[in-house]
């Protein structure tokens, strides 16, 4: 290749010979040498010229074949296609056997109805020594598109039986039989290729064929027999059966799924069965058989509880007590470490609380008392009494007493995040008890502590609402903004809500009265006094009827009376939103509730389909979307999810 720092080493070479020469030689001297020296060089040279020049004009044909063949890309997307034609038959006519230009050249046929044109094509392509089998899927394609179906299925049965002669095929024919949703075809193809090559296997892509054509029962096998040869495909195929079911066990896929996991347990006693079956039930929300399943996966393996601890997380979050209570003693009794029977406890005492009335605060007192007395009150047993003391304060009214303890538990050996757990929780509870100040500065430190982690960004929005809280809007606006742009998408969320709901009400309102009022409010219901909070929230209706606070306001007293179980009372708060404020940012939300209380609670299933129904129409870009259209679909009677 011609090389530019040689031709300078030549020339340099050169000046130092005319230099030596220079009064040595005579002028004839130094031509003869010249001649020489470009007798021998020159060939060489114009050779590396030669090659340089063919590969250069190679590159520029190469880069003139791209750009021609993205500007007929780009007349094809913008349906143009009389343009991209005249450009693909240049190119095809120059590379005759490049497929992907063939099949391009053939689709825009297709789209400009030149199906003669098209088969030409493809008929030439077919006569070729090595023919590619696809073209016989585009033929019987083209067929179709003019109707001929007859002779569409002989063009079909010409390309699988190219897989009958090599089942390397089978991939790629299959792919283009389901693209074409020539699914009868695609089975056929990827059926056969495994029979003839059993190392080949399509078993993925033959479960979500089954699935496309509604064979269920096909579908949900073909996955179970891949999870069980390989578990890494456990998530996906989960993921893909929630596609199907849905939390109504009588739905079809649900039954489906369940009897034939029943039907493979009984062929085969594999804990696998066991554990997709409580995964179904779980999604079914029917947490006692799940908990049956969890129990005998325990029994079978008696080793690991984390199936457990996950089920009892789930049916706390759920709020489904009753039985998250069982599946939490069944913990405790067969825990074998101290640590997760400690974690037992620590999940029981929180459902303990949640189900208690005030007569009983003060046995669940005594029951705390008496687990610290067994695991002492070190940084062993630090989420135990961040726990207990948030009870003391948020339900037992002690909250001085809370204060002390964790004061003094921070003061512990703690680790750097333990710490800014307790200081965490020591905030909040200064800021229910209105010492905002020194919540404040328990939040900066969290923050300074744990710089990267979540737990930094949870303190900053707390400044925020806490500035909030005190009326000092402008600065909890500063630490907002800064939040939009959380890693943490809850915070980020909420930081997004406060923000907008302080900006909104503080442009026609300078004085910020009405905003103030429902901070206060805000407060009040964070302190658990919801009458007070109502009272607030009502006088904003009254005194400042017509102002951008209002949705806010009716929102808040609809979620209040939620609390209280008043439902008809609630519906009323949000039907008021609906009535007045349906192009509103929070329309959406009052909507989903109001939808939520109509299933759920008042027994009016059609009003709640109509409430989700308003949400897939109305407000497509809602968090919403996703669980109305599952919850419209269910009341609707759909059998597959």
């Keep these: 290749m011609f090389s530019v720092s040689k031709t300078c080493d030549f020339i340099k070479k050169c000046s130092i010979i005319i230099f030596k020469f220079e009064g040595g030689f005579d002028g004839h001297s130094i031509i003869r040498f010249f001649k020489y020296e470009f007798k021998m060089k020159a060939n060489r040279y114009l050779y590396h010229m030669r090659i340089f020049l063919v590969l250069f004009f190679i590159l520029l044909g190469s880069l003139s074949h791209a750009q021609s063949d993205l500007l007929a890309k780009n007349y094809f997307d913008q349906g143009e296609y009389q343009k991209a034609m005249l450009i693909y038959e240049k190119l095809v006519e120059k590379n005759p056997n ?9 689709k825009t046929y297709q789209q400009l109805e030149q199906f003669g044109a098209a088969e030409q094509l493809l008929q030439q392509r077919l006569k070729n020594r090595s023919v590619y089998p696809q073209y016989y899927i585009e033929l019987g394609y083209n067929y179709t598109l003019q109707k001929k179906d007859s002779l569409a299925q002989i063009a079909y049965e010409k390309a699988i039986n190219y897989v009958r002669e090599k089942p390397i095929y089978a991939y790629s024919l299959g792919q283009v039989f389901s693209q074409y949703s020539l699914l009868d075809e695609a089975v056929r193809v990827y059926e ?26 096909k579908m949900f096998g073909t996955y179970v027999n891949l999870i069980k040869i390989n578990p890494t495909y456990n998530g996906a195929i989960k993921k893909n059966f929630s596609t199907y079911i849905s939390e109504d066990p009588n739905n079809e896929a649900n039954e489906l799924l369940r009897k034939t996991l029943l039907k493979k347990l009984q062929e085969d006693p594999d804990v696998l069965y066991n554990e997709l079956l409580s995964w179904l039930f779980i999604q079914q929300k029917d947490y006692k058989k799940a908990f049956i399943q969890e129990k005998a996966i325990f029994a079978r393996r008696n080793e690991s509880l984390v199936g457990l601890a996950d ?68 940084r062993e047993t630090y989420l135990l009494q961040i726990d207990y003391n948030e009870f003391l304060a948020n339900y037992y009214d002690k909250k001085e007493g809370a204060i002390e303890n964790l004061k003094k538990l921070a003061k512990q050996d703690l680790n750097p995040y333990q710490e800014a757990r307790v200081k965490l929780s020591l905030g909040d509870i200064l800021v229910s008890s209105e010492r905002f100040n020194e919540a404040l500065i328990y939040y900066s430190q969290v923050q300074s502590k744990v710089k990267n982690d979540v737990l930094a960004q949870q303190a900053r929005f707390k400044v925020a609402r806490t500035s909030y809280f005190k009326g000092d809007f402008e600065w909890a606006q500063t630490q907002l903004d800064v939040l939009k742009a959380s890693a943490s998408q809850l915070i980020a969320n909420d930081a997004m809500q406060l923000s907008l709901m302080i900006r909104d009400n503080s442009l026609e309102d300078t004085t910020q009265t009405a905003l103030k009022t429902y901070a206060r409010a805000d407060l009040k219901e964070l302190q658990g006094k919801n009458e007070e909070a109502l009272s607030l929230l009502e006088g904003i209706l009254t005194e400042h009827k017509g102002e951008s606070i209002e949705d806010e306001a009716l929102l808040k007293m609809g979620g209040i009376y939620e609390k209280q179980k008043q439902y008809e009372k609630a519906a009323e708060q949000y039907q008021k939103l609906i009535e007045f404020y349906n192009d ?56 597959i999810n």
């Design 192 to 217: 056969l290729g495994m029979e003839l090559d059993p190392k080949r296997d399509f078993s993925l892509q033959l479960a979500r064929i089954y699935g496309e054509q509604g064979k269920l029962e």
């Design 98 to 106: 490049d497929s992907r230009l063939t099949l391009s050249l053939l």
């Design 311 to 378: 089920l009892a997380q789930i049916t706390i979050d759920d709020k489904s007590y009753a039985i998250a209570e069982e599946v939490v003693n069944f913990i405790i009794a067969n825990a074998a470490s101290p640590l997760t029977k400690l974690e037992g406890y620590q999940k029981l005492m929180f459902i303990k609380i949640q189900l208690a009335e005030s007569k009983n605060y003060a046995q669940i007192d005594r029951e705390f008392q008496e687990l610290f007395k067994q695991y002492g009150e070190g």
């Design 584 to 639: 509103d940012i929070l329309a959406d939300d009052a909507h989903y509730r109001l939808g939520n209380l109509y299933e759920l609670f008042l027994n009016e299933p059609l009003k709640a389909k109509q409430e989700y129904e308003n949400i897939l129409f109305n407000f497509e870009d809602s968090i919403y979307f996703i669980d109305a259209r599952k919850r419209f679909r269910m009341l609707r009677g759909d059998e």
